[in-house]
């Protein structure tokens, strides 16, 4: 929330406090000097009010400070104790006045009350002012989506409600029946206890952090228009000072690396923001369950083993006795044999326990290479290589390669190609191709430490890369 807003906050608790004090004032006057219990009952209750609007002014001072350490999640709860505490005072001095009026109806009580002009002017300026400040609470409420604002436009409407009784109440006493007083403060008395009761209730269903059944909705229906599914395994969702806390737990394909993982999380996150606007959202990813072949279950398990860094050339060989898995493991080139052994033992085991039906795993283990520094050679020191891969491209696919660059790396020159293939032609053959044109070129150019041949569909061609 920025700075205006902030002290529209205050102004409107500031005006809250002002109207109460001069409510009580004129309300409790006019009572005691007209006699009307009515009168007296709509002053208790409009010092409730003033109660209240001081605990909202405190509370909305609070409630807008920024998380701090001991804090994490912001102050915004403070806004639901000053609500509880007031539906509490409100109950109890509500209770007085509901016995009171009971007895003066029982016993007959209320002849000194006297329905004067001046009573009559004073209760229509007081419901003149619950009217504008019930309609500014509730504007407020709506605009800060506040909780401790919305309970003061509750209290003020249940003023304005109690004030239209006392003045039906001093039109039944000047009518002539004086237990209209009594009856229109038991009436403001049962008016008051109903809405604190139901604001207790709101406040404390908050602060017991009650789930939002609309809300968690809101996000499995979010979550299920992803392109991309992911399993909901939980959701909690709380709500405090009108703002949403939402904590997720996901589960993601299990061979999805780290970063993959994230920019799930990051996606959830949004789509979550999008249901719930301005909710603090916190979610946490786990490996789903993988249902995949024996080549996605072998490379799902190898994410189990932390030494593990990558994992190829998996080939499954079904045999007369069963399955057999070979594969490469890569591992950090720090560890010894007998560490990297260690490793490749533990994850030949976390395969068999994903594939029980598995007969035999054949792990061939390889070093992790470190960050090769590279450089852009000088484009006349690869000439001989260019011309040599353009005539071997032509002749393996019948056009001009896309493009053709160099770097030079700490292993040798590296000459990276991309060629164009017909975009219906079959993931093998064109893979047979790109393997063709790596042969011939390393043939044709021993010099090179290595080639890279990257391969487009015919419609989607890439522009030519440095």
Same mark, same amino acid.
């Given at each position: ?246 904590? %997720?737990? !996901?589960?993601? &394909? =299990?061979?999805?690396?780290? #970063? @993959? $993982? +994230? ?5 959830? /996150?949004? *789509? ?54 070979? %594969?490469? !493991?890569?591992? &950090? =080139?720090?560890?010894?044999? #007998? @560490? $990297? +052994? ?5 994850? /030949?085991? *976390? ?116």
């Amino acid at each position: 929330m920025n700075a205006v807003d902030e002290r529209a906050r205050q102004r409107t608790a500031l005006a809250s406090v002002a109207a109460a004090v001069l409510l009580v004032t004129v309300k409790l006057i006019t009572g005691l000097a007209a006699g009307s219990l009515a009168f007296v009952a709509e002053a208790v209750h409009s010092g409730t009010d003033l109660v209240a609007a001081l605990l909202t002014l405190f509370a909305v001072r609070v409630a807008i400070r920024p998380p701090d350490r001991e804090h994490h999640y912001g102050h915004g709860k403070a806004e639901h104790l000053a609500a509880l505490g007031e539906s509490a005072f409100l109950i109890l001095v509500s209770v007085a006045i509901a016995a009171e009026s009971l007895r003066r109806l029982i016993t007959g009580e209320g002849h000194g009350v006297e329905a004067t002009w001046w009573a009559f002017a004073v209760i229509a300026l007081v419901i003149a002012v619950d009217a504008a400040r019930t309609v500014a609470s509730r504007r407020a409420a709506r605009r800060f989506h506040s909780p401790a604002f919305a309970a003061n436009a509750l209290h003020f409407a249940s003023d304005l409600a109690g004030s239209v009784a006392v003045l039906v109440g001093l039109v039944v006493v000047s009518a002539g029946e004086p237990r209209g007083d009594a009856a229109a403060a038991l009436f403001v008395a049962a008016v008051v206890v109903l809405s604190a009761l139901r604001l207790a209730r709101q406040s404390v269903d908050v602060l017991m952090d009650r789930t939002e059944v609309e809300a968690e909705q809101r996000i499995r229906a979010a979550l299920s228009g992803l392109e991309e599914p992911v399993e909901p395994r939980r959701i909690r969702v709380r709500h405090a000072a009108g703002r949403h806390f939402a904590d %997720l737990v !996901v589960g993601v &394909p =299990s061979d999805a690396g780290v #970063t @993959q $993982a +994230h920019a799930t999380a990051d996606h959830v /996150e949004q *789509v979550v923001q999008e249901a719930l606007p301005g909710a603090d959202v916190v979610v946490h990813v786990e490996p789903a369950v993988s249902t995949g072949d024996l080549r996605e279950l072998a490379t799902a398990a190898a994410s189990g083993v932390p030494e593990v860094r990558e994992v190829h050339n998996v080939r499954v060989m079904h045999l007369p006795h069963g399955y057999e898995l070979s %594969l490469h !493991v890569k591992l &950090p =080139s720090e560890l010894s044999l #007998t @560490q $990297a +052994h260690d490793a490749v033992e533990r994850l /030949e085991g *976390v395969i068999r326990t994903a594939i029980p039906d598995l007969h035999n795993v054949h792990t061939h283990i390889e070093p992790l290479s470190g960050t090769d520094w590279g450089r852009l050679p000088a484009s006349d020191a690869t000439t001989a290589e260019r011309d040599a891969i353009g005539e071997i491209v032509r002749q393996v696919t019948g056009a001009e390669p896309t493009a053709v660059s160099f770097r030079d790396g700490e292993g040798g020159r590296i000459a990276l190609v991309t060629i164009t293939l017909p975009g219906d032609q079959p993931l093998p053959s064109a893979h047979e191709h790109a393997g063709a044109i790596e042969e011939a070129v390393r043939e044709r150019c021993p010099a090179l430490g290595d080639v890279i041949v990257h391969t487009e569909p015919a419609e989607a061609e890439a522009g030519e890369r440095r």
